[in-house]
T-cell receptor, first 114, second 114 residues
Framework: DAGITQSPRHKVTETGTPVTLRCHQTENHRYMYWYRQDPGHGLRLIHYSYGVKDTDKGEVSDGYSVSRSKTEDFLLTLESATSSQTSVYFC?????????????FGQGTRLTVV | KNQVEQSPQSLIILEGKNCTLQ??????????LRWYKQDTGRGPVSLTIMTFSENTKSNGRYTATLDADTKQSSLHITASQLSDSASYICVVSELGGATNKLIFGTGTLLAVQP
């Protein structure tokens, strides 16, 4: 999986609690992304980063925040988890935004909010 | 609205047979089109990436075609194997912004039976 590690792989949490998911890469890629995957939807972008401390919102960013203090780590935080945030979360990395650049995905984190 | 539509939603074929999956998109401006394979419980893995000027690209038994005029793509799998059982996702990259935006289809779930 191209040197991408997501943690935890599975998590069950209660509504209203904060949750942080971690994405760690060993490829030294500049770009990192957080997606969520839900039945009936394609993967949807939550937030992305184009460098250390440089982040921006994706199409479904409400209720989520991110931080990137080091090239290798990209954290996704659910400030106050809701049942609608039950999903599978994928981290992805790429080395550039050039048109043929590969995007590599982690194995995913299955989050259940009860 | 930029969209990626895939058909069929699911498909069952016998081992050794060929199959073709379809993708229609309305994304503009277009950067490239990608096909990913996603095994159950894992992240997507890239099969092919095609730019506007490419009509065909192969990766082993996988052959992708692109008709940029009609905004259609297909993924042909030859001599299917049990390990081809997976979801196949068509992804179109929208040109522009701090990073090329990836728009995901919902996938075609392929089951290869012995």
């Amino acid at each position: 999986d191209a040197g991408i590690t997501q943690s935890p792989r599975h998590k069950v949490t209660e509504t209203g609690t904060p949750v942080t998911l971690r994405c760690h890469q060993t490829e030294n890629h500049r770009y990192m992304y957080w997606y969520r995957q839900d039945p009936g939807h394609g993967l949807r972008l939550i937030h992305y980063s184009y460098g250390v401390k440089d982040t921006d919102k994706g199409e479904v960013s409400d209720g989520y925040s991110v931080s990137r203090s080091k090239t290798e780590d990209f954290l996704l935080t659910l400030e106050s988890a809701t049942s609608s945030q039950t999903s599978v979360y994928f981290c992805a990395i790429s080395s550039s935004r050039d048109r043929n650049t590969e995007a590599f995905f982690g194995q995913g984190t299955r989050l259940t909010v009860v | 609205k930029n969209q990626v539509e895939q058909s069929p939603q699911s498909l069952i074929i016998l081992e050794g047979k060929n199959c073709t999956l379809q993708c229609n998109y309305t994304v503009s401006p277009f950067s490239n089109l990608r096909w990913y394979k996603q095994d159950t419980g894992r992240g997507p893995v890239s099969l092919t990436i095609m730019t506007f000027s490419e009509n065909t690209k192969s990766n082993g038994r996988y052959t992708a075609t692109l008709d940029a005029d009609t905004k259609q793509s297909s993924l042909h799998i030859t001599a299917s194997q049990l390990s081809d059982s997976a979801s196949y996702i068509c992804v179109v990259s929208e040109l522009g912004g701090a990073t090329n935006k990836l728009i995901f289809g919902t996938g075609t779930l392929l089951a290869v039976q012995p």
